[in-house]
Structures are given as C-alpha cells and as structure tokens.
C-alpha cells in the first residue's frame, strides 16, 4: 500500500513567494497532521485535521500560514508570503483514527531565500 | 509548556553493546509515550509505544516507564550499525491526538 505523499519533494524559493505543500494521507485514515522539523525547536505540530474538518491549529506560527482539507485524500500547507525562517522540513502524517498510530510521508524541505 | 527533554547526543556505543536512550517529560497528566527511529533525511517512523508503568519488550527494544519520574526510555539491545539514527521521544497528554516531541538523540553504533 502507498504510505503518505507529499511534494514537492524539495522546494527553493525567494522570500515573499508564495509557497503551497501538498499531502495525500494513507486512504481510509481520518486524520491528517503537519508538523514543521527544525533543528532549534525539533517537531512541531502546526495543525490537526479529523474528517477534513480542522480540529486544533494553534501551532500554526501566524496569518501567513494557511491550511486546506478540501476532501479525505488531500491537503495544502500554505505560506504566502514566505520568509527565510521558514525555511524547515514540513511532514505530513495520517493516522486511522485521531488515537492509532501516525504514519509520516517523506517530508518537504523547503529553503526560502 | 508541555516539554519533553531528551539528551541531544550524539550517543555512541560499539556494534553489539546496549544503547539506553533517556527522555523526560513535564505534564503528569501524560497517557501514552512513544518513540521514533528518524534515519537522516528521511521521516520518523514509530519503533515502540508505552502505556503503563514498568518495561514493555519488542524484540531487541525495551521501553520503560517511570510516571512518578516522568520518566521513559528505551533500551537497544545488540546494536547494530543500521541503528544508528536519531532517536525521537514523543508523550501524549489528556487530548487524543497530540504529540509532544522531544529534539532527538543522535545514536551511532560502531562497528
């Protein structure tokens, strides 16, 4: 079964582009989370997802950051506009319900300029 | 500030020694504590979870809990050159999805 999707794979952008991560969770699963990895402040959750409906986004650092669910297979991470401290690795992860197990995609390196 | 603290490393121990991995956390109301194998450039994957006191085995890997202590670990035992990675602590309070990572442990194994 594919596990977790995300892309771009790797994203080098300028500061004040916009900047949009895409995720596809692990079909059948209801919940979906983003998490942003930096070596200073390690993982972090930046949102939470449960039937496409957001749930909890008190991690999400300010207004330039924006999340989408519009259906059970996708969802955006935005940031417009970008700026060089948001320069990290971005994951996307599902799990089957909100308690089981979180399953993590491959992870968007992102470098704002 | 829910946190969990973890020693950053790096950890470094010979092929076939045991790694212990410590991690501490702060909210007494915690339920569930897991840990994460994260191999460089790539994304975390679930090794073990722990949900009561005492010690929990899978294979070479034992967790342990302390919640007087607020305490957990995780012992390697025989360790192998493809343990090597970091090793990530998370801890889930009163809601039932959040988890709170601590930075990692860089574990290295010799051989």
């Known amino acids: 079964d594919a596990g977790v999707i995300q892309s771009p794979r790797h994203e080098v952008t300028e500061m004040g582009q916009e900047v949009t991560l895409r995720c596809k969770p692990i079909?059948?699963?209801?919940?979906l989370f983003w998490y942003r990895q930096t070596m200073m402040r390690g993982l972090e959750l930046l949102i939470y997802?449960?039937?496409?409906?957001?749930?909890?986004d008190s991690g999400m650092p300010e207004d330039r950051f924006s999340a989408k669910m519009p259906n059970a297979s996708f969802s955006t991470l935005k940031i417009q506009p970008s700026e060089p401290r948001d320069s990290a690795v971005y994951f996307c992860?599902?799990?089957?319900?909100?308690?089981?197990?979180?399953?993590f995609g491959p992870g968007t390196r992102l470098l704002v300029l | 500030q829910k946190e969990v603290e973890q020693n950053s490393g790096p950890l470094s121990v010979p092929e076939g020694a045991i790694a212990s991995l410590n991690c501490t956390y702060s909210?007494?109301?915690?339920?569930?504590f897991f840990w994460y194998r994260q191999y460089s450039g790539k994304s975390p994957e679930l090794i073990m979870f722990?949900?009561?006191?005492g010690d929990k085995e899978d294979g070479r890997f034992t967790a342990q809990l302390n919640k007087a202590s607020q305490y957990v670990s995780l012992l390697i035992r025989d360790s192998q050159p493809s343990d090597s990675a970091t090793y990530l602590c998370?801890?889930?309070?009163?809601?039932?999805?959040?988890?709170?990572f601590g930075k990692g442990t860089l574990l290295t194994v010799n051989p």
């Open positions: 909210d007494r109301g915690s339920q569930s």
């Open positions: 079909s059948g699963h209801n919940s």
């Open positions: 722990i949900y009561s006191n």
């Open positions: 998370a801890v889930r309070g009163g809601s039932n999805y959040k988890l709170t």
């Open positions: 992860a599902s799990s089957l319900s909100s308690g089981e197990t979180q399953y």
């Open positions: 997802f449960n039937n496409n409906v957001p749930i909890d």
